[in-house]
């Protein structure tokens, strides 16, 4: 079973998903993306709720890595659901509309995570940023630099989990220095976690000047060769299966 040790990171397996070519799996995403933010009716989400369900049983990833994905935005959710729901103006109260509006949303987010989890953890940054670059070709037509783009989101992809790692390594080393992050109040506690935020800052740009030389040093310039044969069939139904669903999920009322 698939447990990612950091999250978003890759894991090594030998599931459907894994075996897929990186530029289904980047389209499928894209066209979830679509279906799971443009559906208008519980019905369309419950649709894309359903291929997520298959995407996970298809990689051996657990339902408690989506909310482990969640996790970090849990402030940001749950202040979007409160204020859809609480009426201030006019007659206080509850707004049972407001709420489910903003448990859409809410949906919607998680549904969109829980996808891009399935794609990072199973698919290698080299892979991924590769199918990134086949799937946006079409816009070098209009000038935009697919290559450069391609490589920035395959970096803050890998960066996710390698900064997870950087918190967790800070914090153990603090706290073996006796610091005393959760002691206290909000404002001693937050002065505790600057001990740990500070070093992180400095760590994280220091990591992005050594790939910024090591990329200068390549003589880096964007452009990209792609060695990718063409697509399989099961990769071609694949994205057939998330366009179905996506445009099934669009128009569901």
């Given at each position: 079973?698939?447990?990612?040790?950091?999250?978003?990171?890759?894991?090594r397996?030998?599931?459907?998903?894994?075996?897929?070519?990186a530029?289904?799996?980047?389209?499928?995403?894209?066209l979830?993306?679509v279906?799971?933010?443009?559906a208008?009716?519980?019905a369309?989400l419950?649709?894309?709720?359903?291929?997520?369900?298959?995407?996970?049983?298809?990689?051996?990833?657990?339902?408690r890595?989506?909310?482990?994905?969640l996790?970090?935005?849990l402030?940001?959710l749950?202040?979007?659901l409160?204020?859809?729901?609480?009426v201030?103006v006019?007659?206080?109260?509850?707004?049972?509309?407001?709420?489910?509006?903003g448990?859409?949303a809410v949906?919607?987010?998680?549904l969109v995570?829980?996808?891009?989890?399935?794609?990072s953890?199973?698919?290698?940054?080299?892979?991924l940023?590769?199918g990134l670059?086949?799937?946006?070709?079409?816009?070098?037509?209009?000038?935009?630099?697919?290559?450069?783009?391609?490589?920035?989101l395959?970096?803050?992809l890998r960066?996710?989990p390698?900064t997870?790692?950087?918190?967790?390594?800070i914090?153990?080393?603090q706290?073996a220095?006796?610091?005393?992050?959760?002691?206290?109040?909000?404002?001693?506690?937050?002065?505790?976690?600057?001990?740990?935020l500070?070093?992180?800052?400095?760590?994280?740009?220091?990591?992005?000047?050594?790939?910024?030389?090591a990329?200068s040093?390549?003589?880096?310039?964007?452009?990209?060769?792609?060695?990718a044969?063409?697509?399989?069939?099961?990769?071609?139904?694949?994205?057939?299966l998330?366009?179905?669903?996506?445009?099934?999920?669009?128009?569901?009322?």
């Amino acid at each position: 079973m698939t447990r990612p040790g950091a999250l978003g990171g890759y894991v090594r397996g030998d599931t459907p998903v894994h075996a897929l070519d990186a530029r289904a799996k980047v389209a499928a995403l894209i066209l979830a993306t679509v279906g799971s933010f443009g559906a208008r009716s519980w019905a369309g989400l419950a649709l894309m709720g359903l291929l997520l369900a298959g995407a996970l049983a298809a990689s051996r990833t657990t339902p408690r890595a989506v909310l482990r994905g969640l996790r970090p935005a849990l402030v940001i959710l749950s202040f979007s659901l409160l204020a859809n729901a609480v009426v201030l103006v006019g007659q206080p109260g509850i707004s049972w509309e407001g709420l489910l509006r903003g448990a859409r949303a809410v949906v919607r987010i998680a549904l969109v995570v829980g996808l891009a989890l399935v794609v990072s953890s199973t698919t290698t940054p080299p892979a991924l940023a590769e199918g990134l670059a086949a799937v946006m070709a079409p816009l070098r037509v209009v000038g935009v630099p697919v290559g450069g783009v391609s490589t920035a989101l395959s970096v803050a992809l890998r960066s996710i989990p390698l900064t997870m790692e950087e918190i967790e390594r800070i914090r153990c080393a603090q706290l073996a220095r006796g610091a005393r992050l959760d002691a206290g109040g909000v404002v001693g506690r937050l002065r505790g976690w600057g001990q740990v935020l500070v070093p992180l800052i400095v760590g994280l740009f220091r990591r992005a000047d050594e790939l910024a030389r090591a990329m200068s040093d390549r003589c880096y310039t964007g452009e990209q060769t792609s060695m990718a044969g063409p697509l399989a069939l099961r990769d071609g139904l694949v994205i057939a299966l998330f366009a179905v669903g996506a445009a099934l999920a669009l128009v569901l009322w």
